[in-house]
């Protein structure tokens, strides 16, 4: 099923993500990572945290080589970086849930991740280039964080205005076309 997923500046998207518990991985939960999954192939994106669909738990679900071919999402519960190195930048970084933006974002160039399966197996690994900078982005998410926030101010508040403006024109639009 395709969940909405929620657009700045819906305020659950702030939320810090609680841990999710061995005995909370149930049907639901694997059909809500399903669900996410189809989710994040449909909008087309390379990753999806459950705060964006307005769960806050920490779940997220990755597949940054997909093709219409070839889908193999990763989901991961409680995923955390345990290890950074270097920095560099992220080009034209988009999100989801951030419409009609892309900027440039400093990101660690290396990161250790620690996380466990639907399984409830430990696992932990290194990523570089566009998968790293996706775990640093998802579990951004997880923090109640999103991309925005780690571009300069001027730039984000050029965004906000414009948002904020797209909305207004939105709700207007919906107004007029009501019969009463």
Same mark, same amino acid.
């Given at each position: 099923?395709?969940?909405?997923?929620?657009? /700045?500046?819906?305020?659950?998207?702030?939320? %810090?993500?609680?841990?999710?518990?061995?005995?909370?991985? $149930?049907?639901?939960?694997?059909?809500?990572?399903?669900?996410?999954?189809?989710?994040?192939?449909?909008?087309?994106?390379i990753g999806l945290a459950a705060t964006q669909v307005g %769960?806050?738990?920490?779940?997220?679900?990755?597949?940054? !080589?997909?093709?219409?071919?070839?889908?193999?999402?990763?989901?991961?519960?409680?995923?955390?970086?345990?290890?950074?190195?270097?920095? %560099?930048?992220?080009?034209?970084?988009?999100?989801?849930?951030?419409?009609?933006?892309?900027?440039?974002?400093?990101?660690?160039?290396? %990161?250790?991740?620690?996380?466990?399966?639907?399984?409830?197996?430990?696992?932990?690994?290194?990523? $570089?280039?566009?998968?790293? /900078?996706? /775990?640093?982005?998802?579990?951004?998410?997880?923090?109640? $964080?999103?991309?925005? !926030?780690?571009?300069?101010?001027?730039?984000?508040?050029?965004?906000?205005?414009?948002?904020?403006?797209?909305?207004?024109?939105?709700?207007?639009?919906?107004?007029?076309?009501?019969? /009463?």
């Amino acid at each position: 099923m395709i969940l909405e997923v929620l657009h /700045f500046p819906d305020p659950h998207l702030r939320e %810090v993500a609680e841990p999710v518990s061995k005995d909370e991985v $149930t049907d639901g939960l694997r059909q809500l990572a399903a669900d996410m999954a189809e989710t994040m192939y449909d909008e087309p994106g390379i990753g999806l945290a459950a705060t964006q669909v307005g %769960v806050a738990k920490r779940l997220i679900v990755m597949d940054v !080589d997909w093709s219409e071919e070839d889908r193999n999402p990763r989901v991961l519960l409680n995923p955390e970086i345990v290890e950074t190195e270097g920095r %560099v930048i992220s080009e034209q970084e988009g999100c989801l849930s951030v419409p009609d933006y892309k900027a440039d974002v400093e990101r660690h160039q290396r %990161v250790r991740v620690r996380a466990r399966t639907l399984e409830w197996e430990e696992v932990e690994f290194d990523a $570089t280039g566009l998968e790293a /900078f996706c /775990f640093q982005h998802e579990i951004d998410h997880l923090d109640g $964080t999103l991309f925005i !926030d780690r571009i300069s101010r001027l730039k984000r508040d050029l965004y906000v205005r414009r948002r904020k403006k797209q909305l207004r024109l939105e709700r207007e639009a919906n107004t007029s076309k009501s019969p /009463f």
